[in-house]
């Protein structure tokens, strides 16, 4: 099993809402600094919302006011509630630790889930 697992993605319009799910192993999150991290195709990795481990929370500009990142500390979860998604939101999305998980001296990811907008 991985350490991190990332669920809830999917093919949804423009204007839709989706709302993703990462659980992870052996990482209490509340004890971590996690992000929500995307990658489109040919483009690099971002990091586009955090929560702290005292709960606060940041954004990139391009998603503020659209996303909201929160976290379950009961069922060790944090979540990505993406509203008014647009085409250029089109990516695989990944939670990680910020900065990454390293494991055999390389930055841990999990599968991610896809994350598809039509227009």
């Known amino acids: 099993q991985g350490q991190l697992v990332e669920s809830g993605g999917g093919l949804v319009q423009a204007g839709g809402s989706l709302r993703l799910s990462c659980a992870a192993s052996?990482?209490?999150?509340?004890?971590?600094?996690i992000g929500w991290y995307r990658q489109a195709p040919g483009k690099q990795r971002e990091l586009v919302a955090t929560?702290?481990?005292?709960?606060?929370?940041n954004y990139v500009d391009s998603v503020k006011g659209r996303f909201t990142i929160s976290r379950d500390n009961a069922k060790n979860l944090v979540n990505l509630q993406m509203n008014s998604l647009k085409p250029e939101d089109t990516a695989v999305y990944y939670c990680?630790?910020?900065?990454?998980?390293?494991?055999?001296?390389?930055?841990?990811w999990g599968q991610g889930t896809q994350v598809t907008v039509s227009s």
């Open positions: 052996q990482i209490t999150f509340r004890f971590n600094n």
């Open positions: 990680n630790t910020i900065p990454p998980l390293r494991i055999n001296s390389k930055n841990y």
């Open positions: 929560i702290s481990g005292s709960g606060s929370t």
